[in-house]
């Protein structure tokens, strides 16, 4: 891959966004390759947490690249991506962090909205600014307001206006902000800190959490049944019970 570089570091995997002189915004190339990392991500058991950051130190993602937009209206490059906009985001079923290391503007804000932590660089800046090209931001809109709240995401999606490192902490959209040479540590740190517990109940913790978020309360709790009863019957919490008992560290099975 050119513009995307997967790496695995333990249990730790880093999606790079690299493509620094166009701010490592989402051409068609780079959004293929990204896809690709995703499923390698995904489709990988030693992989526990992801961690998505931008090469550079100006741009975790502008958003789509407008400039390739321009440069290739009216011409023959092969077969368009199908635009599935009524389509929720492919959902990893790992944690992720979103270490925003500059600018994050339209679909780089909006992807790392879907990661499940967000922080950044203390010369962040992020918006959404669809509606300053006559756009709308397909997934922002549903994603943002379950965030910041409502007043919060109307004035961001609807003036298209960029929020500096400490407005967004302020106003929940990211949970911390370091500076930029601390930044990739810090992630690192808090990937390691999740990646030390089961990962089973990791991932059924994080689904459930998202049940509550995205279904009625009663209907998520029934849901949700079935997913606890099969991690509080598992190797690993038999495990987990042992090792604090011996006072050692776990050996998790993901069984």
Known sequence: MEYVIYEKKGHVAYITLNRPDRMNALGKQLGAELRQAEEEFAND???????????????FCAGRDLKEVAETEGKDTGPAPKRDFGRAPVDLGKPTIAAINGAAYGGGLEKALTCDIRICSNNARMALAEVKVGLCPPGGVFDLPRLVGLSNSMWLLLSGEPVDAQEALRMG???????????????????????????????????????????????????????????????????????????????WKMK
Do not use: C, H
């Open 45 to 59: 058991d030693d992989a526990w947490v992801g961690i998505y950051t931008g090469a550079g130190d100006r741009a």
């Open 173 to 251: 959209l990211v949970t911390k902000v370091v500076s930029q040479a601390d930044l990739l540590d810090t992630a690192t740190q808090m990937a390691e800190t999740i990646a030390g517990n089961a990962p089973l109940a990791i991932n059924a913790t994080r689904k459930l959490a998202r049940f509550g978020l995205e279904l009625p309360s009663d209907y998520a709790r029934k849901m949700s049944a079935q997913l606890v009863e099969s991690v509080w019957t598992s190797e690993d919490q038999i495990e987990g019970a042992k090792a604090f008992a011996e006072k050692r560290p776990p050996v």
